[in-house]
């Protein structure tokens, strides 16, 4: 008797078998329209061809949703030289439609893989600084819908990078973006919020913070999100 796999085991083999047919280069007529269709209908790139959630966070980055590649063209013709990639696995026809566009028109395409519904890593965070001092700019980041990483991507540019205070980073992750601070991704705002509290308010600065006294669990532990929020947010809207 076959033994079956557990939930989490189908979820993960679900998971490897998108990737595996998406996670390589468009061949043909028929795998270009299948890429399409589910970027489309599959991944809703038909609301973000409508309204891409695209914004300047400053003069040399933006943020926005999943871009098509129309949209990518668009961009590279305001002198975009990088995409950064928020999403991580590479599971809809979006990421082959991307990586194809951007190849096309000279930008690099690059990933800085970020969770919406989880702590912040440590060390993700610690990494940013080295990262944004190699970002070739100007950049685009994006997520899936341009609300919730990409707003905490922005904020911590504007943070590390730009030295901003921490109430204007802030702001990136803001209802003006889609962002339901009282959902599950409502962790992002509690990550900083622990840092005015255990850090700012006794002049700790952000990056000595993250290494020396944020701790994931605690926050994971005592963060809790609203019933009504998360449902609209990964229910209705589906967010990733």
């Not at 085991?9 to 890429?35: C, F, K, S, V």
């Not at 409508?50 to 040399?60: D, F, I, Q, S």
């Not at 989880?118 to 070739?136: C, S, V």
């Not at 809790?224 to 967010?239: C, E, H, K, V």
């Amino acid at each position: 008797m076959l033994n079956r796999l557990r939930p989490d085991e189908e979820r993960y083999a679900r998971r490897m078998a998108r990737i595996a047919r998406w996670d390589r280069p468009i061949e043909g007529r028929g795998q270009r329209l299948r890429a399409w269709a589910n970027m489309l209908l599959v991944d809703h790139g038909i609301f973000r061809l409508a309204y891409l959630n695209a914004h300047k966070v400053t003069p040399r980055l933006w943020r926005a949703a999943q871009p098509a590649p129309g949209q990518i063209a668009w961009f590279a013709s305001q002198g975009v030289k990088t995409i950064v990639n928020l999403r991580g696995g590479r599971e809809h026809g979006s990421w082959p439609l991307q990586r194809e566009a951007c190849e096309r028109h000279g930008i690099a395409l690059v990933d800085f893989v970020l969770r919406s519904r989880g702590a912040p890593e440590r060390e993700t965070i610690l990494g940013a600084e080295d990262f944004f001092a190699t970002l070739k700019e100007p950049a685009l980041v994006h997520c899936k819908s341009g609300a919730d990483r990409a707003g905490f991507f922005s904020a911590l540019y504007l943070l590390i990078h730009e030295k901003r205070p921490l109430d204007e980073a802030m702001r990136q992750l803001s209802l003006r973006y889609g962002h339901f601070r009282f959902a599950k991704t409502g962790i992002l705002d509690a990550f900083f919020d622990a840092y005015r509290s255990e850090g700012e308010a006794k002049g700790i600065a952000f990056l000595d913070w993250v290494r020396d006294i944020y701790d994931p669990q605690r926050l994971e532990s005592s963060f809790r999100p609203g019933f009504f929020s998360s449902l609209l947010a990964d229910r209705l809207i589906r967010r990733e």
